[in-house]
């Protein structure tokens, strides 16, 4: 590159191409896809320089992130560690849990920075989670999906289990609370009431629960003998639990926002003695692998 690059508004193909270090027939599959800042003039591709860079920088175009920039919100799926995590460590954001499909939805309307959930693949493979939800949705975007923690799913009862409830299979003519569709534990919870040839229509369900601790307190108040839920939560409250699957639970992030403070701030109280203690609290909660990379958009 030349240093009369540094004046110029505009870089040429060639100039882009030796910048990017790539060969100028792939910088134009970038133009053909609209995947790179450039305009045409008088038959030739030109390239904005500071748009350029911007794009280089963040993966956005500028105009695109000027007009759609993203609330500091962590919507999608309620984890009560991470409701904690988010508190403790004043780190600004705000939250907006509504299940894990809400929340994609969310994220996609550029209404949140980050997303939670623990989506179950029902249909290729039963023990793989949210990956499949989230690749070809947002293979283009400018996002990453990282291990928040595994959790124990399972039924919440009353202490001491007075019904004797040992799997979904018990439920039918009980008083059951649910969680709302599109729900990372209610995907998980009516995969389970299929695998025993069971369906909602088949339950007697007394409520619906938007949050984890919403199913708490309807097994706590007699509303319902058994509800969907984590094993930690469960105990905390006293309950009784019924164990059913494992789960991995996970936060897609815009990659741009993982590098603001908001997102800083978070993460780096993950690595605090205070949140490794409290997160030993919770029982069926495994966050050795928190913060790991489990896809690339």
Request: proline residues 4%.
């Given at each position: ?22 060969k100028?027939?792939?910088l134009y ?7 790179i ?5 008088t ?6 320089k ?5 794009w280089i ?7 695109e ?5 993203r609330?500091n ?5 309620h ?6 995590a988010i ?10 849990f ?14 949140a ?16 989670w949210?990956t499949h ?11 990453v ?6 959790r124990q799913?399972?039924?919440?009862v ?7 409830i040992?799997s ?6 009980l ?10 534990g ?9 695998t025993?040839?069971l ?5 007697n ?23 969907p ?14 164990p ?7 936060l897609?992030v815009?990659?741009k ?7 800083q ?5 993950t ?6 203690k ?5 029982e ?8 790991t990379?489990v896809?690339?958009?």
């Amino acid at each position: 590159m030349n240093s009369g690059l540094d004046t110029t508004e505009f870089l040429t193909t060639k100039e882009v191409a030796e910048l990017l270090r790539i060969k100028e027939r792939k910088l134009y599959d970038l133009v053909s896809a609209q995947e790179i800042p450039c305009v045409k003039a008088t038959g030739k591709l030109l390239f904005p320089k500071a748009e350029l860079l911007h794009w280089i920088r963040t993966g956005e175009f500028l105009s695109e992130s000027k007009s759609t920039a993203r609330l500091n919100v962590l919507a999608g799926s309620h984890d009560p560690l991470l409701e904690w995590a988010i508190r403790e460590s004043g780190c600004g954001l705000a939250m907006q849990f509504d299940g894990s499909l809400s929340g994609l939805d969310v994220f996609e309307n550029h209404g949140a920075v980050a997303t939670g959930l623990h989506v179950l693949n029902v249909n290729t493979n039963p023990t793989a989670w949210n990956t499949h939800a989230v690749q070809t949705r947002f293979a283009t975007s400018n996002v990453v999906l990282v291990h928040w923690a595994m959790r124990q799913q399972g039924l919440i009862v009353p202490h001491g289990n007075p019904k004797q409830i040992n799997s979904v299979a018990n439920l039918p003519a009980l008083k059951i609370a649910t969680r709302q569709a599109g729900a990372g534990g209610m995907i998980l919870f009516e995969h389970l009431l299929h695998t025993h040839g069971l369906d909602l229509a088949a339950l007697n369900v007394s409520e619906t629960c938007r949050t984890e601790n919403d199913t708490i307190a309807a097994v706590a108040s007699g509303k319902a003998d058994a509800a969907p839920g984590l094993q930690a939560l469960a105990l905390q409250f006293g309950l009784g639990f019924v164990p059913t699957q494992q789960e991995n639970f996970d936060l897609m992030v815009c990659r741009k926002a993982w590098f603001e403070p908001p997102f800083q701030t978070l993460i780096q109280f993950t690595n605090s003695s205070e949140f490794k203690k409290k997160a030993q609290q919770f029982e069926g909660y495994n966050t050795t692998a928190l913060g790991t990379v489990v896809w690339n958009s």
